[in-house]
């Protein structure tokens, strides 16, 4: 009980910090950003781009291109072979590993001591500081946590440095306060055989007190659906009476939700955020579909207008300038010394006053075949639309174009593994293609009279598709992730390619 006061009470403290960077946004921001050009001004980097001379934001833009992590590759080799004073002045001997569904290439994020504490395990922090705040009366410090993170492997790079997914470096780097709440131990959790790791972690949690699960919605629900088949019930409120929260990310979870609300039969919050190997950038604060954009996490913020981002120099703007309702690819500036890098996700602002956001989608994640400019939200939004007037759950779907023939005109195809079908396939197609309609302009412009755009093909993949393909290419676990849409039929092909043809139906 003591220990749960001390918390609460470290919680309440942090909401009024929370408070002051919402009252002042651009200034907190400026702060950041004169902070890190301070930092790393004896960096090689920072003395290869003149920081002496950087006294505002224009100059920072003048003197630094735009970076990819193809930029900044020469910079991640160097430091994983040991060279320090690089990007960033301190030491660096943590890599996160990130790496696309399908490409064997994988991206090294340099990780900080000052990015892990001051932003990945402050976010952390902070998610529960502002449930705390929403929920006082809670309790969640008495009972356990438990994290279901991606394969997580650590690889030795050298003998001080090494490599693995976040996840991996965030446990293997927690405050002892928060280890001895976290379940399940260690050696599992750090496990990287996702299949019997799953197993393991099922057995190993399921006669724990968990009051705090959280992960990527699609993975989470592999697990659960393990332990209640082990404990032979449709509830996890009978494994885990005292379980109230769900913290999640990495994927919209509106197409999960009707599947946790099946097997989530008690009192049950859900709590978004938006994290990456990059940085931690949002968490949910309200009860609505947006996430407060945390601006102390020595993280400095540019957006880049979707009308520049193909340009080969887009323009940025700083948080001062974005507009509510309108799409812009991230850039972030960080205390892991990534410097003026795109990080490849879209947002959209649906408040200034404070800054909240949505992740609308990935940079090169959407379907312009045709014109149509669609993007994840419009896909999610409209699949949403059709599972509520049909019944139907979606367990996970990709989508690319079908190319115009001699005689047919051009039109999208989606593969969709179905939770619970709906009972005519053809009129969740109508549906959605109207919901489609009504949220993108360019789309409903392209279907108009089928002369550019037919109906879509909407084909019900076989159960286990997308976890089997998904296998096959050594993609198993929290942070790997299907890829929702494409501008080519690449994954379409791939996926079709994994099963048999009988195996599928279509309208």
Request: net charge neutral; proline share 5%.
């Amino acid at each position: 009980m003591a220990l749960n006061s001390i918390v609460s009470w470290m919680f309440k403290k942090r909401i009024h910090q929370i408070a002051l960077f919402k009252q002042y946004p651009i200034e907190v921001q400026d702060e950041v950003f004169r902070k890190l050009i301070k930092t790393a001004r004896n960096t090689q980097w920072g003395r290869n781009y003149n920081y002496d001379a950087i006294a505002s934001f224009n100059d920072f833009k003048r003197n630094i291109p735009l970076q990819h992590y193809d930029d900044l590759k020469v910079y991640v080799d160097r430091m994983k072979k040991g060279e320090q004073n690089l990007l960033w002045p301190t030491e660096v001997k943590w890599f996160a590993k990130s790496s696309g569904t399908t490409s064997n290439k994988s991206k090294f994020i340099p990780v900080t001591r000052e990015a892990l504490e001051d932003c990945h395990y402050k976010g952390g922090k902070d998610l529960l500081s502002i449930y705390h705040h929403n929920h006082p009366k809670t309790k969640l410090y008495k009972g356990k946590h438990l994290i279901v993170g991606g394969s997580t492997q650590i690889n030795p790079l050298t003998a001080d440095s090494y490599s693995g997914d976040l996840s991996a470096i965030i446990v293997n780097n927690l405050p002892f306060w928060v280890e001895f709440r976290r379940t399940p131990d260690k050696e599992i959790a750090l496990m990287d055989r996702w299949e019997e790791k799953i197993e393991k972690m099922a057995r190993a949690t399921m006669e724990e007190d968990v009051y705090i699960l959280a992960g990527v919605p699609s993975w989470t629900l592999v697990l659960l659906k393990r332990i209640l088949s082990l404990k032979q019930t449709d509830n996890i409120h009978d494994v885990w009476p005292n379980l109230e929260l769900f913290m999640h990310g990495g994927v919209n979870f509106a197409p999960y939700r009707p599947q946790f609300n099946r097997i989530l039969k008690g009192s049950m919050n859900y709590v978004e955020t938006y994290n990456a190997s990059e940085g931690f950038f949002g968490i949910q604060d309200t009860t609505e579909d947006e996430m407060l954009l945390m601006l102390d996490y020595g993280i400095f913020y540019e957006f880049i207008p979707m009308e520049e981002v193909n340009k080969t120099q887009p323009e940025t703007i700083s948080l001062a300038d974005v507009e509510i309702g309108k799409n812009y690819a991230m850039v972030i500036s960080t205390n892991a010394g990534l410097w003026r890098y795109v990080i490849g996700d879209t947002v959209m602002f649906t408040s200034t006053h404070p800054y909240r956001i949505r992740v609308t989608g990935r940079t090169r994640h959407f379907i312009n075949a045709f014109g149509e400019e669609l993007i994840i939200d419009n896909a999610e939004k409209g699949l949403q639309v059709a599972c509520e007037r049909t019944g139907a759950t979606i367990k996970d779907y990709t989508a690319g174009p079908i190319y115009m023939g001699n005689k047919s005109t051009g039109g999208h195809e989606w593969l969709i593994e179905f939770d619970q079908p709906p009972s005519q396939l053809s009129f969740f197609t109508e549906v959605f293609d109207n919901a489609l309609k009504s949220l993108n302009s360019d789309y409903e412009a392209k279907r108009s009279n089928n002369l550019t755009l037919q109906m879509p093909v909407v084909r019900i993949m076989p159960p286990g598709t997308f976890y089997n393909w998904l296998k096959t290419k050594g993609k198993l676990g929290g942070q790997h992730k299907v890829p929702r849409l494409a501008n080519d039929r690449q994954y379409i092909e791939d996926i079709l390619a994994s099963v048999p043809n009988k195996a599928v139906s279509y309208a």
